[in-house]
C-alpha cells in the first residue's frame, strides 16, 4: 500500500499529497503521521521554498477518521493533529492550500490553518462536528481567529455544509476558483510568494500572530528595532541590490 501521504519537490515547492482518497483523507493516526514526517523533511530541505498541501481523491479531508477507536486529537505514540497544526502555524516556509475536494470537521481545520488556501468552486466546506454529538474544539483555536463571531455562530451550531466561495466570505480560506484553474491561480500564487526573501518570509507570518497580542506603544517599539535590523541585514541588501539592478533576487527559483 501506497504512504498515507506522498512528497514531491520541484523547482522549490514541495507537495504533501494527503493519499488516502478511499478514507475520504479522513484523519487517522497514520495520515498524520505521514504527514507531520512530510513536513519534517521539507522544513529540513533549503531548497524548499513554499510547501504545498493538497489531496488525492474528491475529498481533500472527512475529518477525523471516525472508523478509529481513538480521536485524532488524542495523545499518542506518534505526532497529534495539534502537533501537525503548530508545525504549520510555525513554519517560516509559508504553507498554500490546493484544496480540490471537500473538506469536513478536520478537513477545515487543515485548510484554514495554512497560510493560503484556495479551493476549488464544488467544494462544500463544513464544520460538522454538532451533527456527532461533539464540537470543533482544536480546529476553533486556527479557524476563530479568521472568522467574524456572527459567522462562526451560525456554522459551528448548525453544522451546515457551505460553498467554497461562502468560505471565503467568511475567511476559513483566501478563495474559490473554477475547477479547471485551480492549478493556474495557485502557480500565480506561488509565483509571488517565491518573490519574497526566505527569511523576510517567515518573519512576516510571525508578525501576524505576534503584533496583535502586543500593547501599541511596545509594538512600535519593538518593530521599530527588528525593522532597522532587517534593513541591515545581508538580505535586505541582496533584495535592495536586486531591485536597483532591475534583477531576480537571488534566492527566487530559476526552473533549472
Request: proline share 4%; aromatic share 4%.
Amino acid at each position: 500500500m501506497e504512504s498515507a501521504t506522498l512528497y514531491a519537490v520541484e523547482n522549490g515547492v514541495a507537495t504533501i499529497t494527503l493519499n488516502r482518497p478511499d478514507n475520504r483523507n479522513a484523519l487517522s493516526l497514520e495520515l498524520i503521521d505521514s504527514l507531520a514526517a512530510n513536513l519534517d523533511d521539507a522544513l529540513a530541505d533549503d531548497e524548499v521554498r513554499v510547501i504545498v498541501l493538497t489531496n488525492a481523491g474528491s475529498t481533500f479531508c472527512a475529518g477525523a477518521d471516525l472508523s478509529s477507536s481513538r480521536p485524532a486529537g488524542e495523545p499518542s505514540s506518534g505526532r497529534t493533529f495539534v502537533d501537525v497544526f503548530n508545525m504549520i502555524l510555525d513554519s517560516p516556509k509559508p504553507v498554500v492550500g490546493r484544496i480540490a475536494g471537500h473538506c469536513m470537521g478536520g478537513g477545515v481545520g487543515l485548510a484554514a490553518v495554512c497560510d493560503i488556501s484556495v479551493a476549488i468552486d464544488s467544494a462544500k466546506l463544513g464544520f460538522t462536528e454538532v451533527r456527532l454529538g461533539v464540537v470543533p474544539a482544536i480546529i476553533s483555536v486556527v479557524c476563530l481567529p479568521k472568522m467574524r463571531s456572527g459567522d462562526a455562530r451560525e456554522l459551528f451550531l448548525t453544522g451546515e455544509r457551505i460553498s467554497a466561495a461562502r468560505a471565503a466570505e467568511v475567511g476559513i480560506i483566501n478563495r474559490s476558483t473554477p475547477d479547471d484553474q485551480l492549478d493556474q491561480e495557485l502557480a500565480g500564487i506561488i509565483t509571488n510568494v517565491v518573490r519574497g526573501g526566505p527569511r523576510a518570509l517567515g518573519l512576516a507570518k510571525a508578525l501576524i500572530t505576534r503584533v496583535p497580542s502586543m500593547a501599541r506603544d511596545t509594538a512600535f517599539e519593538t518593530m521599530a528595532k527588528e525593522s532597522a535590523a532587517l534593513f541591515g541585514g545581508d538580505e535586505a541588501g541582496e533584495g535592495i541590490a536586486a531591485f536597483r539592478e532591475r534583477r531576480d533576487a537571488s534566492w527566487i527559483p530559476t526552473g533549472e
